[in-house]
Structures are given as structure tokens and as C-alpha cells.
């Protein structure tokens, strides 16, 4: 799937020191993306007090529960980082419980903030963490990780440096979600973690297709079977079938016309099976999704009967009106929690995703009305925060006179 890129010059993961004796507890990757040797996880929890005695950071859950917004209007940039310094230390410490809080920490400080060059920086190193902790980890541990993961992808946005997170992580993410060994909870956060990766850095068209097969796998197994003839009676794996639905789904938008006509051939007659489940999320995702199939497949200019939903960001408004637009913003809405706003703001990602145009510039007047904080007010007036990444090119035309399906 061919789109201009962004090939900026790498920069491998920095020192991930966090103050005090951090690099003591777990070391990070050196400069120029080396790695340095680290404890193996041990899965014994270290109690709080030796943490704080090796992190330089007393208690990386209030962080993970409250994100940046720790810091009040007084804080500064230069405070976010140290504090994230230090969690990047912590996602090599010897307890499963403070990894995992040091992965939600972070994520939850990218989902609220841009941090761009900070992670440009670091990215070696996350995902070098991000990487063993869905390896090594358990179920929590490996949720955590795979939302982080979504949400670096989020910040960088397209280009070579997702790319690499993508083929990196890809294989992994993919493994757990075909293991039914693991947990349900920790293959449906994946499945959604791989679809949104795929669909923000995926370059390969073979790739993306191979993507839209392992999903396939996974929720055509909730089809009604030809011996059942009413109600699909919903499963412990149902939430993983729908969560590898919307994901598919999702990665259709993105695929050519003639690609989205032949998965509707697939479907067609068994997918509206699963709006008999008696699992009504099962139900909204399978609705919503032959919807999404049809207008993609006549042409998202056909259908004018959409509910138009308004979603208000700061001074800007959104205008949700389609079923592609309504997906796309429901899954990163799902990834990005209370930050989704703010992204629709200041990301230049999502932006050119919804056709927003470039990040507005806000006068001091406006700022301060606003009451936004003094590294909001940095991250718009600062150069550093023009355009990073150029929008992606479409695979699918929709100029094309493409009639309808049937």
C-alpha cells in the first residue's frame, strides 16, 4: 500500500535515567540503540520501599491512575520528563505489578500529551521494554504493554520509525492473539493493539492482508453454525471475536475498493448471523460493520441518511459523518480515553486521519480562557511542533465512479 513517507534520521533510544540511583534497579538502552545487560524478570513483586530506594520515584501507580495531570499549571515540560525518565527505568524492574504500572504511567502521559521528540529519542528503548514485557509478562502486564504500544504509534504517526515498532512487535502481537493458551483479556487488548498499529504504519499491501486473514480467523469462529438456527450464545472468547472484528473493520478503510467488494462477497451471508448473538456488543459490532461494508463498497459518498454526530475539541468542532468516520473515531477514542480531544487538537496524525487540516494556532487571549497549561501553550507555539509526518496516501480512490455493489 504505497503512501509518502517521512524518513527522518533515526535517533537511537537514549539513557532512560531517571534521577537518583534509577540505572541501579534496571538499566535502560544506551545511546545509539545498544543494549545494555538487564536482570531477568523475576516474577516476585519488590516491595514499595526498595522501588522508591532504586527508581528515584516513590510510586509509579499514582502516576499510571493520574497521568501528567500530576502536574499542576506550574509544571513544566522538563518535569513530565523526568518523571517519565523515571518510569522508563521501571519497565525493566524485577516486579511484574511496578512494570505494569510504569507501562500504564506512560501511556496514559502520551495519551495526554504530545511528546513527540521525547519518545523520537526513547522509541528504541520502549520498545525494547514493550517488547519483553509481552513476552515475559502475564496477562495485565501484557495489556499494558500492547496499549502502550498503540499509543506510540498514535504519537509517531506514520513513517519509518513506526514501521519499525510495527515489524518489531507485529509477529508478537499476532502470536498471543492466536494463542488460546493466553488470556482472553490479554489477546483482545492485542487485537485491537495490532489493528491500530497496522493501520497507522502497515506499508505492504501483502501484509495488510495477511493482517485482515488472522482476523478472520478469530471472529468468523463466532458465525452461526448451518446445524444452529436461532440465537449465537455468546462464549468467554466472544469479546476477543469482537474486539479482532472491529479491527478488521477498521483496516478495511484502508484497503482498495476491489479488496473491500471481495471480503463483502465473503461475508455477506454469514456475517449478519452475528446480529443474532445474544451478546449485544457482538450485535452493535456487527451492525455497525456491515454498515461500514456497504458504504465502502458504494462508494462513501452514496449514503446521506447517517446520523451526523458533532464532537467539540477546544475551539473546533468535528463533524462524524459517515460510517468510516464513526469507526476510526471509535477505536482511537478507545485507545486514547480522556486524551482523544486533546489529540484531535495537537496531533498532526489523527488531524490529517479526519481531514482537520494543521494543529490551530490560538492567540494568548484564547490560551488563557482556555485554561490549558503552560506546556499546551508551548507545544502551539513552539516550531518544533509543525507538521511531523506528511498525510498518508490512500490506497482507495474515492473519486472513482464506483458503482454499487449490488
Same mark, same amino acid.
Given at each position: 500500500?504505497p503512501?509518502? #513517507?517521512?524518513?527522518n534520521?533515526?535517533?537511537?533510544? $537514549?539513557?532512560?535515567g531517571?534521577?537518583? %540511583? $534509577? *540505572?541501579?534497579a534496571? =538499566? *535502560? ?8 545487560n ?7 513483586d519488590a516491595?514499595i520501599e526498595?522501588m %522508591? ?7 509509579? +501507580?499514582?502516576?499510571?491512575?493520574d ?5 499542576d ?5 522538563e518535569?513530565?520528563?523526568? #518523571? ?11 516486579s511484574?505489578k511496578?512494570?505494569? &504500572? *510504569?507501562?500504564?504511567?506512560i501511556k496514559?502521559?502520551?495519551a495526554? #500529551? ?5 519518545? @523520537? ?7 525494547? +521494554?514493550?517488547e ?6 502475564? +496477562?495485565?502486564? !501484557?495489556?499494558?504493554?500492547?496499549a @502502550? ?5 498514535? !504519537?509517531?504517526?506514520p513513517?519509518?520509525e513506526?514501521e /519499525?515498532?510495527?515489524k ?12 488460546g493458551?493466553?488470556s482472553? !483479556? &490479554?489477546? !483482545?487488548?492485542?487485537a ?5 498499529c ?11 492482508? +495477511?493482517?485482515l486473514?488472522?482476523?478472520e480467523?478469530i471472529? =468468523? ?10 440465537v449465537?450464545? %455468546? =462464549?468467554?472468547?466472544t469479546?476477543?471475536?469482537?474486539s ?6 477498521l483496516?478495511?478503510?484502508i484497503?482498495?475498493?476491489n /479488496?473491500?467488494k ?13 446480529l443474532?448473538c445474544?451478546?449485544?456488543?457482538m450485535?452493535i459490532?456487527?451492525?455497525?460493520s ?6 465502502? &463498497?458504494?462508494g ?17 468542532r468535528?463533524?462524524?459523518?459517515c460510517?468510516? #468516520?464513526k ?6 477514542k478507545?485507545?486514547? $480515553?480522556?486524551g482523544?480531544q486533546?489529540?484531535?487538537q ?7 486521519v479526519f481531514e482537520?487540516g ?22 502551539y507555539? %513552539?516550531?518544533a511542533?509543525k507538521?511531523?509526518t506528511?498525510a498518508?496516501s490512500k ?8 458503482? /454499487?455493489?449490488f
Amino acid at each position: 500500500m504505497p503512501k509518502n #513517507k517521512k524518513r527522518n534520521t533515526p535517533h537511537r533510544g $537514549g539513557s532512560a535515567g531517571g534521577g537518583g %540511583s $534509577g *540505572a541501579a534497579a534496571a =538499566t *535502560a538502552a544506551t545511546a545509539g540503540g545498544q543494549h545494555r545487560n538487564v536482570q531477568p524478570f523475576s516474577d516476585e513483586d519488590a516491595s514499595i520501599e526498595t522501588m %522508591s530506594h532504586c527508581s528515584g520515584y516513590s510510586d509509579p +501507580s499514582s502516576f499510571a491512575e493520574d497521568g501528567p495531570e500530576v502536574l499542576d499549571e506550574e509544571g513544566t515540560q522538563e518535569d513530565l520528563e523526568y #518523571k517519565l525518565k523515571g518510569l522508563i527505568d521501571l519497565t525493566l524492574d524485577k516486579s511484574a505489578k511496578t512494570r505494569q &504500572a *510504569a507501562l500504564e504511567g506512560i501511556k496514559n502521559a502520551l495519551a495526554s #500529551k504530545m511528546l513527540y521528540e521525547f519518545i @523520537l529519542e526513547r522509541r528504541m528503548t520502549l520498545t525494547d +521494554s514493550i517488547e519483553r514485557c509481552l513476552k515475559k509478562g502475564k +496477562s495485565d502486564e !501484557q495489556r499494558a504493554a500492547a496499549a @502502550l504500544a498503540s499509543v506510540l504509534c498514535i !504519537q509517531l504517526g506514520p513513517g519509518i520509525e513506526s514501521e /519499525e515498532i510495527l515489524k518489531t512487535l507485529g509477529p508478537i502481537l499476532k502470536k498471543i492473539i492466536c494463542d488460546g493458551s493466553a488470556s482472553i !483479556q &490479554a489477546r !483482545q487488548t492485542c487485537a485491537t493493539c495490532f489493528g491500530v498499529c497496522c493501520f497507522i504504519a502497515t506499508d505492504d499491501i501483502t501484509e495488510l492482508y +495477511s493482517t485482515l486473514e488472522c482476523f478472520e480467523n478469530i471472529f =468468523t469462529k463466532s458465525y452461526l453454525k448451518e446445524k444452529d438456527t436461532t440465537v449465537i450464545c %455468546s =462464549t468467554p472468547n466472544t469479546m476477543l471475536h469482537i474486539s479482532s472484528l472491529l479491527a478488521w473493520t477498521l483496516l478495511l478503510t484502508i484497503c482498495p475498493i476491489n /479488496e473491500v467488494k471481495k471480503k463483502l462477497e465473503m461475508h455477506f451471508h454469514k456475517l449478519p448471523s452475528l446480529l443474532s448473538c445474544d451478546d449485544v456488543n457482538m450485535r452493535i459490532a456487527a451492525g455497525e460493520s456491515l454498515a461500514l461494508l456497504f458504504e465502502l &463498497a458504494r462508494g462513501i459518498e452514496s449514503e446521506r441518511d447517517f446520523p451526523t454526530e458533532t464532537i467539540k475539541f477546544g475551539p473546533e468542532r468535528m463533524y462524524i459523518d459517515c460510517w468510516v #468516520k464513526k469507526h476510526t473515531y471509535d477505536t482511537f477514542k478507545e485507545v486514547l $480515553g480522556s486524551g482523544m480531544q486533546y489529540h484531535l487538537q495537537s496531533n498532526e496524525f489523527l488531524r490529517n486521519v479526519f481531514e482537520l487540516g494543521p494543529p490551530v494556532m490560538l492567540d494568548a487571549a484564547t490560551l488563557k480562557t482556555m485554561k490549558i497549561s503552560r506546556f499546551e501553550r508551548h507545544l502551539y507555539n %513552539s516550531a518544533a511542533f509543525k507538521a511531523r509526518t506528511k498525510a498518508r496516501s490512500k490506497c482507495r480512490d474515492k473519486r472513482a465512479d464506483v458503482g /454499487e455493489f449490488f
